[in-house]
C-alpha cells in the first residue's frame, strides 16, 4: 500500500482587480460615496456623531471577540517553502472505511484531517498532497517527505519538530456495561479502555491508570469495546450520543463524567516561529467562526451513520 494517497487542489488568492472601487493597475472606477452637498451643517455634525458612536460600540466589541489587530498572521520559512514549491505535503492518518461486503478493505485519509489540510492549502494557495502516517524518512529540504502532520511527530523522524495545537476543548463521554458502571474516572485504574489512535482523551485516561488499547477510528474502538475486548471506551461525546440510540447499545451505560480532551495537534516537521504562529491564528479563526466543531460534529454523524451500517450487516469494517 503506497503511503500517498490523493491530491486535493486548493484554490488561489484574488487578483488586485477584485478590490472594489479600483481596477488592477490602480485606477478609480468610481468615487467613493459622499454626503449630498445640499445637507445642512447640523445635520452633518449629528451624522459625524452617530458615526463615532457606532465606532465607540464596535472597537470594544472587536477586541472582546480576539479579533487581531492584523487580518491574520503570515506564512513563516517553512510555509513559505511549500508555496514556492507549489505544493503542501500533510501526513494524515489513514485507515480501512467501512465497505459493502465481497470488496476489499482499502486504507483512505481520515476526513475530517483531509478537509482540514484541504482547507490550509486553499489558505497558502497551493494544491495540498496527503501522505500516510507514519512516513517512513524524513526527506530533505528541497523535497521533503511531509512540510506538516496531524498528531505528535513520529519517534526520532523528526527531531526539531514544533507542534502547534488547535483551540478549544474536545468533550468525551465514558461507556461501560450496564452491569458494571463507572463513577469516577480513577474507577478505570489498572482497566482496559478502547481509544482510537490520535484520541484526545488519551492523557486523561492514562492520568486515571487505564490500560488503553488504541484502534485505527473512532468506529473500530467502539466495536472492539462491543466485542468485550476494553472494560470502557472514551470516544467524542456526539458520537456517543447518536450510537446509543441504535437498539444493540441498549446494554451499555454511559458514566456520568464529561471527558476534556485535548485539542488536535499539528506538526511542523521542523520548528519555525512563525509558521507556527500562522497556523494558531488560522485555527483560532476556525474556532470563533465555529468549523472546527462543525467538523467534529459531521464525523460523529459520519462514524454513527456507518456503526448504524454495521449492525445491520450491509457493510464490513
Known amino acids: 500500500m503506497p503511503d500517498e494517497l490523493r491530491h486535493l ?21 468610481h468615487a467613493l460615496p459622499r454626503l449630498p452637498s445640499g445637507i445642512p451643517a447640523a445635520a452633518r455634525r449629528i451624522a459625524g456623531r452617530i458615526a463615532l458612536a457606532a465606532c465607540a460600540i464596535a472597537l470594544p466589541l472587536w477586541l472582546f471577540a480576539g479579533t487581531p489587530w492584523q487580518s491574520h498572521a503570515e506564512p513563516g520559512p517553512l510555509l513559505r517553502q511549500a508555496q514556492a514549491r507549489g505544493e503542501l505535503v500533510v501526513g ?3 485507515y480501512p472505511h467501512p465497505t459493502p461486503p465481497g470488496r476489499p478493505l482499502v486504507a483512505e485519509p481520515d476526513p475530517g484531517e483531509a478537509a482540514l489540510a484541504a482547507e490550509l492549502g486553499r489558505a497558502l494557495g497551493v494544491p495540498v498532497r496527503l501522505r500516510h502516517l507514519p512516513v517512513a524518512s524524513a526527506g ?66 492514562n492520568r486515571a491508570g487505564a490500560g488503553l488499547r488504541r484502534y485505527p477510528s473512532p468506529l473500530q474502538s467502539l466495536l472492539a469495546f462491543r466485542r468485550g475486548e476494553c472494560a470502557a471506551v472514551a470516544e467524542d461525546a456526539a458520537l456517543i450520543a447518536r450510537v446509543m440510540r441504535l437498539p444493540e447499545w441498549r446494554f451499555f451505560a454511559a458514566a456520568p463524567l464529561l471527558l476534556d480532551g485535548e485539542g488536535a495537534t499539528l506538526t511542523l516537521r521542523q ?14 479563526r476556525w474556532q470563533r467562526d465555529g468549523r472546527l466543531a462543525r467538523l467534529r460534529d459531521a464525523a460523529a454523524g459520519d462514524a454513527a451513520f456507518n456503526m448504524m451500517l454495521v449492525e445491520s450487516g450491509l457493510i464490513c469494517h
Open 9 to 29: 487542489h486548493g484554490t488561489w488568492w484574488l487578483g488586485p482587480d477584485s478590490v472594489p472601487g479600483r481596477m488592477a493597475d490602480g485606477t478609480r472606477t
Open 271 to 284: 520548528a519555525d516561529a512563525q509558521s507556527a504562529r500562522y497556523l494558531e491564528h488560522w485555527l483560532a
Open 92 to 94: 494524515v492518518h489513514a
Open 140 to 205: 530533505s529540504n528541497e523535497h521533503p517527505a511531509i512540510d506538516l502532520a496531524f498528531g505528535t511527530a513520529a519517534d526520532g523522524a523528526y527531531p526539531r519538530a514544533a507542534s502547534v495545537r488547535a483551540p478549544g476543548t474536545p468533550r468525551g463521554i465514558l461507556l461501560t456495561l450496564r452491569f458494571a458502571p463507572v463513577s469516577r474516572l480513577d474507577a478505570l485504574d489498572g482497566k482496559s479502555a478502547c481509544v482510537s489512535e490520535g484520541s484526545p482523551f488519551q492523557a486523561l485516561l
